[in-house]
Each structure stands twice: as structure tokens, then as C-alpha cells.
């Protein structure tokens, strides 16, 4: 897979949801549509892992966007590590069908494997619906 460019391992989500690190690279953004429903106030746990073989500080972006909805700044989180964990509360603004959970991944430097901006990136889908008790 190359000896310049970090990649992105795993990340799995606490449903089982998975996407490889061979899906992003041969693809600049992976979309995994899952079959899970949730609900507001749900929470979603991600699981990252990368590695660089160049040993650079690797950078994850996450944003969460109800579809055709995209984010700002503000709804991004990043962290900084080769593994790391991201929970998302799902909340009434990301009620959708599908919601987009984007998280992407870059390690420290001036060019990367996708012109992007990033050397993986990948999407799950989810549909997001009201709390159960305000349906009806």
C-alpha cells in the first residue's frame, strides 16, 4: 500500500459497521450505508485506527450532516493519535434519512494521498428519527 502515505486501518462504529483501510485506498471517499435506525438522543461510538510509516502525527476529522446539509467549522471535532474515539449524541439536528457521519484522516505534512485533503476519508450513513415517545 505504499511506503509514503498514511492509512486508515479500521474505524467501526458500536453497531459492528466497519470500513478497512484497503477501501480507502483505492477510493477517495468510502460510503458505507448501514441498515441502523436512530433515534435522538442515541449515541454512537466510532472506533479509528491508522497508521503512517513515516511515524507523523496523524489528524481525524469528524462532522455529522443530516443529507445535502454541509458543515461548518463548528461542527467538525478533530483529535490527534494513530487510535482514537469519537461519540456522537444524536441530537434533533440530525434528523435525516440518510444522516452522513464523515470522518476523515490526514497525517501532518504539506500533501496527501487525495486531493481533498486527506489520505482517507469515508461516510456512514445512518436515517436518524425523532425520540420514540415523540412519534405519534
Known amino acids: 500500500m505504499g511506503g509514503y502515505w498514511a492509512r486508515i486501518e479500521s474505524v467501526v462504529d458500536n453497531q459492528g459497521n466497519r470500513v478497512t483501510g484497503l477501501q480507502t485506498v483505492v477510493d477517495s471517499k468510502v460510503v458505507c450505508a448501514t441498515d441502523c435506525t436512530l433515534r435522538v438522543g442515541d449515541r454512537m461510538v466510532f472506533t479509528c485506527k491508522a497508521i503512517d510509516p513515516l511515524a507523523r502525527p496523524i489528524r481525524w476529522t469528524i462532522s455529522y450532516t443530516p443529507d445535502g446539509f454541509m458543515p461548518d467549522g463548528d461542527l467538525r471535532r478533530q483529535a490527534l493519535g494513530d487510535e482514537v474515539e469519537f461519540c456522537w449524541a444524536v441530537s434533533d439536528t440530525d434528523i435525516s434519512a440518510p444522516t ?24 456512514f450513513l445512518y436515517t436518524v428519527l425523532p425520540r420514540q415517545d415523540a412519534v405519534g
Do not use: F, N, P, T
Open 100 to 123: 452522513r457521519v464523515r470522518i476523515s484522516m490526514a497525517s501532518k505534512g504539506q500533501s496527501y494521498r487525495w486531493s481533498e485533503g486527506w489520505d482517507g476519508c469515508l461516510e
